[in-house]
């Protein structure tokens, strides 16, 4: 049984930091793709981060330059910290894992980010 639980979301001061992790089991989570997902109230989920099988990083424009994804394969954890944050990036985040060739795509949870005075 495949599961994705995400981890280390709460309520932070604007320009605070926070580091969620996302532990996935019942997959071979080094051949795995994985990325962070958000969703604030009334909009739509959006990519924040992405890191493929090989550590390639790739990240939204919103992101680029706070955030950081990494992936410890031996954990079978990713990361996201996540610095100098605003109150717009308060949203409920995802963690997936994606094998694009089999067609397999895994969601977590979410945990809830709130960025607030």
């Known amino acids: 049984q495949v599961q994705v639980v995400e981890s280390g979301g709460g309520l932070v001061q604007p320009g605070g930091s926070l580091r969620l992790s996302c532990e996935a089991s019942?997959?071979?989570?080094?051949?795995?793709?994985m990325g962070w997902y958000r969703q604030a109230p009334g909009k739509q989920r959006e990519l924040v981060a992405r890191i493929t099988s090989a550590s390639t990083s790739a990240y939204a424009d919103s992101a680029k330059g706070r955030f950081t994804i990494s992936r410890d394969n031996a954990k079978n954890t990713v990361y996201l910290q996540m610095n100098m944050l605003k109150p717009e990036d308060t949203a409920v985040y995802y963690c997936n894992a994606k094998r694009l060739p089999f067609n397999l795509n895994y969601w977590g949870q979410g945990t809830q980010v709130t960025v607030s005075k």
């Open positions: 019942g997959i071979i989570f080094s051949v795995y793709d």
